[in-house]
């Protein structure tokens, strides 16, 4: 019995000494870090001597409850030094110490503890000074880790300079940085500015441009320790042609223009003629286009002349002057005692004519008529604001008279508009309604002030042909009128 508890004794030794023997498993079996920088892949926790240091934190957030790793590194050149950590599992901890971990002296020169894994962390250590680097877990979420370990110097601030060689549209730069580990390039064209787009984070990249001309190249150099330092310098892509100048001359004929291209050294051409309701992108891209307006008057016409070494933009201010006169609104007018007022338009060289009467019609949108001398019933007593619209080729102009209307003559059931009540509204195909109006005329009219539709009715609904939109219905007889406005939804 007694010897095979000392076979077993034996073999237990025989183990425990295995273990501990095994590289990074204690401070006498430390891992040397014997140069900078210092890398290596593939290794594991193994160690399970040391159990806690000052701020490896406690119970259940020890992270030095785990297997451990050490490493011992005595510097030769004082500086700010980078440990970082890769490939490891959940829970992981990086301690730097001035001593073992079970020393009673020991301290905590740095440390980094990562919930999610892969801790890294930058201290600065004193040349001829021995630290240990240790590597742990929390036990009860990892005892044990897998890692990768990288540790840079980092002697001085990185220091950011670049030199470009242009061929064409495209740059080839040359990355003079000093004491810089990673980089990241923005070259001046990109769609979101930094640090909103994503960038290049290669040493000496190609990029090439759409056009030629001044970008702004951004290269920010990073150094192992988290310092940055950021060059912003402008350069000139010169194209190997000759910049296009855009230039043009026009000939007019009544409201049509045709336009004489006058530009050089353009491949490409964008017209804006002024009358554009949205001038986002050109009405025209002919080199000599003809253009037809509506109405005369001034207009600023854009010329956007191009070609691959840019563009150049004209601006010039054409007038179409109208062969005849502008119009000149005027109007009288004689009130009856009735409420019924006669117009009498006044006007100089109209061909149009706009009448809202201040009682049922929309000012500018739905006239009450379109005649030249139109005759209107009011309904109630009271001052009213009549406008008058009148048109040619030349232009518009517009007055407007207030008037006081005060019924004396009629039966008071006609001092009041007739009861109208629509439905539905929108409508379709009919249109129904009640109303006070034993016969009646009706008008519909469309939101440029056009009767579209008219008529003689004694039923109380209208049929509508195919129209859509919004329009006023204009319902009358010999003695009141009624306006209202409805949706056409054919």
């Known amino acids: ?61 020890n992270y030095m409850s785990g ?3 050490v490493f011992v590194f005595t510097p030769t050149q004082t500086a700010d030094y980078s440990i970082k950590l890769t490939n490891t599992s959940l829970a992981v901890g990086l301690f730097v110490t001035n001593l073992c971990p079970d020393d009673p002296g020991v301290q905590c020169i740095a440390f980094s503890t990562a919930p999610l894994g892969n801790p890294s962390l930058t201290t600065a250590l004193t040349a001829g000074n021995t630290y240990y680097i240790i590597v742990s877990s929390i036990s009860y979420t990892t005892p044990q880790t897998n890692f990768n370990i990288e540790i840079n110097a980092c002697f001085s601030a990185p220091s950011a300079s670049f030199t470009y060689v242009q061929n064409g549209l495209s740059v080839q730069f040359t990355n003079t940085s000093q004491d810089a580990t990673n980089f990241l390039w923005y070259f001046g064209d990109e769609l979101l500015p930094p640090p909103l787009s994503p960038g290049d984070t290669t040493t000496n990249p190609t990029h090439t441009y759409t056009q030629y001309g001044d970008y702004v190249i951004t290269l920010i150099a990073y150094n192992a320790c988290g310092q940055t330092d950021t ?3 402008t350069i000139t892509l ?4 000759n910049m296009p100048v855009a230039n043009f001359s026009y000939i007019t004929n009544g409201l049509q223009v045709s336009f004489i ?26 080199p000599n286009p003809t253009h037809t307006y509506a109405q005369y008057g001034t207009y600023n016409v854009t010329l956007i002349a191009r070609n691959e070494c840019g563009t150049d933009t004209l601006v010039i201010s054409i007038t179409l002057e ?73 232009g518009s102009d517009t ?37 006070g109006f034993d016969s009646y005329f009706y008008e ?23 129209l859509k939109g919004i329009f006023m219905v204009k319902l009358f007889d010999d003695k009141r009128s009624a306006r209202f406005i409805i949706h056409i939804d054919n």
């Open 231 to 233: 060059l912003r310098d």
């Open 261 to 286: 291209n006058q530009s050089t050294d353009a491949t490409s051409y964008g017209w804006f003629f002024g009358d554009e309701l949205f001038p986002f992108i050109p009405t025209d891209t002919t």
């Open 444 to 466: 519909i009219i469309d939101i440029t002030g056009k009767v579209v539709v008219k008529g003689y009715r004694k039923q109380s609904y209208i049929e509508l042909p195919q």
């Open 67 to 69: 297997k451990d790793y």
């Open 238 to 241: 010169i194209c190997p042609g």
């Open 322 to 394: 109208c062969p005849g006169n502008l119009p000149v609104a005027g109007f009288t007018y004689d009130i009856q005692p009735n409420g019924t007022v006669n117009f009498t338009s006044t006007s100089i060289d109209a061909t149009q004519w706009k009448w809202f009467f201040g009682d049922t019609d929309i000012f500018p949108f739905f006239p009450g008529d379109t005649i030249e001398n139109p005759t209107h019933t009011y309904l109630m007593s009271g001052t009213y604001t009549v406008y008058l619209i009148v048109y040619n080729e030349c």
């Open 399 to 435: 007055i407007s008279q207030i008037i006081t209307i005060t019924i004396t003559s009629i039966h008071q059931q006609y001092l009041s508009k007739p009861e109208i009540y629509i439905y539905p509204n929108p409508v379709l195909n009919n249109m129904l309604y009640t109303h």
């Open 1 to 61: 019995m007694n010897t095979k508890k000392t076979v077993f004794l034996l073999f237990s030794l025989i183990i425990s000494l295995f273990v501990n023997a095994q590289v990074g498993a204690t401070c006498s079996e430390a891992h040397i870090v014997d140069n900078i920088p210092f890398s290596q892949t593939g290794l594991t926790t193994v160690g399970t001597v040391y159990n806690t240091l000052p701020c490896s934190g406690t119970g259940f957030t």
